[in-house]
């Protein structure tokens, strides 16, 4: 099983900071690394997927970088509506498994 | 637009099997590879298993001998079955979608609450 280690698990942001959350995979997966944000009482909504690719939807202050074993889920310009726990997410092989998570605070 | 609705009972009885549906709407699951996920406090979001052309499974090798996912085409749903549940069991539970093996979830159910308590 591969396991993804996500860093920070908190971060407590003003807003129009940059927020950089790091993913690392136990072993190589290429490019087959997404990210989600899950608000409290909701399903989580695909942000990012194969690593650095846009989903239609999803502002563009929202964007991801890596490959191999090393991902970036990059919010450039924190609002106040992304408060929420961001999730990465691998497909490369079975299991697929997530990351710990890691709660993003307005301050 | 894909709609997904999990349904089921809230509450189950520890030693007995849990069982869930997902209704879908707007796609077919035939198109889908249908996955069950839970998510609890402690271990985060766990990949249970999936169906894939209405027929073919794979399971988390964790969860794999008590674990059984089926379809059901004329309906457009897919099921879990959990057997031997404990406490441990007690999670949400999401039905959710991907276009393939290696796709993201694009789509996922609101979640189910399972309590697992006597």
């Known amino acids: 099983e591969i396991v993804l280690t996500q860093s920070p698990d908190f971060q407590s942001v003003t807003p129009k900071e940059k927020v950089t959350i790091t993913c690392r995979a136990s072993?190589?997966?290429?490019?087959?690394l997404h990210w989600y944000q899950q608000k409290p009482g909701q399903s989580p909504r695909v942000l990012i997927k194969?690593?650095?690719q846009s989903i239609s939807g999803v502002p563009s202050r929202f964007s991801g970088s890596g490959s191999g074993t090393y991902f970036t889920l990059t919010i450039n310009g924190l609002e106040a509506e992304d408060a929420a726990a961001y999730y990465c997410?691998?497909?490369?092989?079975?299991?697929?498994?997530f990351g710990q998570g890691t709660k993003v605070e307005i301050k | 637009q894909v709609q997904l609705q999990e349904s089921g009972p809230g509450l189950v009885k520890p030693s007995e099997t849990l069982s869930l549906t997902c209704s879908v709407s707007?796609?077919?699951?035939?198109?889908?590879?249908c996955s069950w996920i839970r998510q609890t406090p402690g271990k985060g979001l766990e990949w249970i298993g999936y169906?894939?052309?209405?027929?073919?499974?794979k399971y988390n090798p964790s969860l794999e001998s008590r674990v059984t996912i089926s379809a059901d085409t004329s309906k457009n749903q897919f099921s879990l079955r959990l057997s031997s549940v404990t406490a441990a069991d007690t999670a949400v539970y999401y039905c959710?979608?991907?276009?393939?093996?290696?796709?993201?979830?694009?789509?996922w159910g609101q979640g189910s609450l399972v309590t697992v308590s006597s």
């Open positions: 959710a979608t991907q276009a393939s093996g290696w796709s993201p979830f694009d789509y």
């Open positions: 707007g796609g077919s699951i035939n198109s889908y590879y």
């Open positions: 169906i894939y052309y209405s027929v073919s499974t």
């Open positions: 072993q190589s997966i290429g490019s087959t």
């Open positions: 194969y690593a650095s």
């Open positions: 997410h691998h497909s490369s092989s079975l299991p697929q498994t």
